[in-house]
């Protein structure tokens, strides 16, 4: 495990950063087509963010170290995995807006793939 930290930290660092990249120059514009970006959270809006991307992180490193897939298709099998029990479920049944379940899909594999090439290279 300890051999496997600089991977999983590089995970979460390029979730977290690739977050709030996006919360501050697209807030405007997610927001717009119906995307919500969270607010506050159980520890505050940053505090939140880096205990969930580092329980991401250790769950994309128990895919990985478990099951034995290359980092890059562990990602999108994780990634696509939350967009159907996420986002298919939210437009069937809570009336997401199309556009908006579309799109945090489709950053949801941007952020599992740019994640999963970090930790690739730290690996």
Known sequence: MAGRIKPILGFAVTITALHFALSILLGNVLAGIGMEAPVGGVLGEPGTIIVFTLIV????????????????????????SGAV????????????????AIGESLLLLVFAYAAGSVYGKLS
Not at 57 to 80: E, H, N, R
Request: proline residues 2%.
């Open 85 to 100: 029990f996420y986002n298919v479920f939210q437009y069937m049944f809570e009336q997401q807006v199309l556009g908006a």
């Open 57 to 80: 992180a250790l769950t994309y490193d128990w895919i990985v170290q478990s099951t034995g897939l290359p980092v890059g298709q562990a990602a999108i099998v994780m990634a696509v």
